[in-house]
């Protein structure tokens, strides 16, 4: 079995930072960061930032520029470093990873992230 869980979201005034991080644990070995997700209230679930299996990243159009995916292979941590934040990121956030060339997929528990004066 493997866990992740997410942390770092919070409440932040337009134009702030947030630094979203995504543990794994468990039975870890093998195991590969997707990407980051999020869904608002009423909408469905969009990808947000994710690696591809060359081992570049991809982001939203809606995010370009202010979002960065990095991950520490020895912590097993993924991140999402969130800057010049904007009251439509709004949402809740989860983090994907998955194993056997994605015959296992693993999802965390999500982690609030609200934009708002």
């Known amino acids: 079995q493997v866990q992740l869980v997410e942390s770092g979201g919070g409440l932040v005034q337009p134009g702030g930072s947030l630094r979203l991080s995504c543990a794994a644990s468990?039975?870890?070995?093998?195991?590969?960061?997707v990407g980051w997700y999020r869904q608002a209230p009423g909408n469905e679930r969009e990808l947000v930032a994710a690696f591809t299996s060359s081992g570049s990243t991809n982001y939203a159009d809606s995010v370009k520029g202010r979002f960065t995916i990095s991950r520490d292979r020895a912590k097993n941590t993924m991140y999402l470093q969130m800057n010049s934040l904007k009251p439509e990121d709004t949402a809740v956030y989860y983090c994907k990873a998955q194993k056997g060339g994605g015959y296992y997929n693993y999802w965390g528990q999500g982690t609030q992230v609200t934009v708002s004066s």
């Open positions: 468990g039975s870890i070995f093998g195991i590969n960061f």
